[in-house]
């Protein structure tokens, strides 16, 4: 007799624009691969990335005033789908910040198969605002999280023993692959940064504002960021009250920002904390050396500081100004760290990563 499917379910907030949204894609498309029954099922009806198996959207039936009865019959809709489907595995990449939410969803819907992922250092989003109850709703749950000072924080705060890392998986043939594409600023000698806009979390008012304190404007070599959301009108204004519009360009989000990545002199990033950044990865894969804060989590256990890139001081923006100095003008010091890169992406492809997944679930 043929041996049942594996039959797993992807939860998430969306699946657009995010780090860990981006992760669930591609490990739906990996586990669909691999002979799973995949299933993804997201709140909002916010889609971008590919993904594997059928998608079952909430976010079709949510409503705009935020109603109790609204939240009460999309429970109710999430509770049946995952009853009738009798789920293996329930793969957990939302945040989950709200006590009541997920008290309700783990002792009423999340009874057998639950694995929660971690991806942020700012742990309250995936262990709720309430330290009791983040103590207490994984217990005997196996929690994944993507880097490993992760995994030593979640150990600590809220001592846990099922913790383990599993790094983000990226697939490198697919990125190199688009990365083909055309590039829309080719031509021009430009750094890349590139992250969600609906915080500060990231610091792009501060990176334009590194930038151009710099030399780089001078010596004709633009700063791109790539990114949507709330604070991108804000970015705007101070790209115009500082006089740098000829040089920076924010043109929103791409589905495939790998053409740009590809072309630019190397990625740049500025962001307060991580989990454990895709997008660093991504940039690798494309040959691209990445300049960064050495924030926590996640850029130390990618980036080997004057190999593939350069850590900063966590914070020091005027050490940061000098780094991107140094890895623009300096050319044989960036082709240097160009040649380490690609490889170093290597160990986080899809094809090494998924196979710790399937030793988790199989």
């Not at 994944?144 to 043939?173: L, R, W």
């Not at 430009?190 to 780089?216: H, N, P, W």
């Not at 924030?295 to 923006?317: A, K, V």
């Amino acid at each position: 007799m043929p041996q049942k499917k594996i039959k797993i379910a992807l939860l998430g907030d969306t699946l657009a624009n995010g780090g860990a949204e981006r992760i669930h894609s591609t490990l739906s498309l990996y586990f669909e691969q691999a002979g799973f029954e995949v299933h993804n099922l997201i709140n909002l009806d916010d889609i971008t990335y590919p993904y594997g198996g059928v998608l079952y959207n909430l976010g079709k039936f949510k409503s705009d005033d935020f109603s109790l009865l609204n939240k009460y019959k999309r429970f109710q809709l999430l509770r049946n789908y995952i009853k009738t489907n009798s789920f293996d595995y329930l793969i957990d990449f939302r945040t989950r910040s709200k006590p009541l939410t997920e008290v309700l969803l783990h002792y009423f819907l999340f009874d057998h198969g639950y694995i929660p992922t971690v991806h942020s250092s700012h742990l309250p989003w995936y262990f709720t605002t309430s330290t009791f109850w983040g103590k207490r709703i994984y217990t005997a749950k196996p929690i994944i999280c993507v880097s490993q000072a992760m995994t030593d924080q979640v150990k600590a705060t809220y001592h846990y023993t099922t913790v383990q890392t599993i790094y983000n998986p990226i697939s490198i043939a697919d990125i190199q692959q688009h990365a083909l594409d055309t590039n829309p600023f080719q031509g021009r000698r430009y750094i890349v940064a590139c992250g969600r806009m609906d915080s500060d979390l990231k610091q792009f008012d501060r990176l334009i504002e590194t930038y151009a304190q710099s030399q780089l404007p001078s010596q004709g070599i633009h700063l791109i960021i790539l990114g949507d959301g709330t604070h991108k009108k804000h970015l705007e204004q101070q790209v115009e009250n500082l006089q740098v519009k000829e040089w920076v360009s924010l043109p929103g989000f791409y589905e495939n920002p790998f053409p740009i990545f590809k072309e630019a002199l190397f990625f740049v990033h500025s962001s307060r904390l991580e989990g454990f950044p895709t997008v660093f990865l991504e940039a690798l894969a494309c040959g691209l050396p990445v300049v960064s804060f050495d924030c926590p989590t996640g850029p130390s256990e990618i980036i080997q500081s004057g190999y593939n890139g350069l850590l900063i001081e966590n914070q020091n923006f005027d050490a940061l100004q000098s780094a991107i100095e140094l890895v623009a003008f300096e050319e044989e010091y960036r082709n240097k760290l160009k040649i380490n890169a690609s490889p170093s992406a290597l160990p986080f492809d899809i094809t090494f990563i998924g196979k710790q997944w399937l030793t988790l679930l199989r």
